[in-house]
């Protein structure tokens, strides 16, 4: 399988080259996308240099800061143009652990729709997260189970693998969100096809160095769009027509 790594940057330089290297030595025949969104901090000129050494490296320098929905569309589409099998997310920040894809990758098969690095399936883990913010985090993800009628523990993770026609099936590049909302609304376009999710125990680590990008705002944002379409397809179940059927999802896989 020809497999994309995808992972949007913004001021991550003093994480990149470990990035790199670690995922370089985790999937030694995959090619990596960095979607850099303009840093100031010279994160993509660093990537672009550790790219020869490390080789199969690619830097798509983004004129500004578009977020992470718009940075995984532009990157899921070049994978999609390129020919690629398997898309990857993963963050730059080394909060993922790149030794844990090739675990992710094998759990890949022909029934799943979307496998994703949970923190919240028996054997994950987060370890030395204030009590504060693992509850929030794991109310918020059970919010969105209520709400959206699925059964993802880890809807919010954003260590994720993608067979590419999947991402076809669901039309990735109709997504609206930007934000880490993104994660949410993409899992949820998997769940409504009808497709298998797979969720593997991660240990996610929290970064030790450069800024979180997680904010107040953020969590607002994921709190009423998940409001919204819950009330919204339960009340018309039929928003999206005929396309949002399973049905019609595997015709589009058939397509490819």
Known sequence: MRIQVNVPTFNEAENIEEFLRRTRAAVPTADILVLDDNSPDGTAELAERIAKEVGQVEVLRRPSKKGLGA???????????????????????????????????????????????????????VPHWPAHRRAASKYGNLYARMMLGHDIQDSTSGFRIFPARVLEAIEFHETKANGYLFQIELAYRVALGGFELREIPITFTDRARGQSKMNFKVVAEEMTYVSWWGVRDRVSPHWAGAKFKPSAFKKGMNKR
């Open 71 to 125: 940075a995984y569309r532009a990157g899921f589409g070049i994978g999609i143009d390129r020919g690629y099998d398997l898309l990857v997310q993963i963050d730059a920040d080394l909060s993922h652990d790149p030794a844990a894809l090739p675990s992710l990758i094998d759990a890949v098969d022909d029934s799943v729709g979307l496998v994703i690095g949970s923190r919240y399936v028996p054997g994950g883990e």
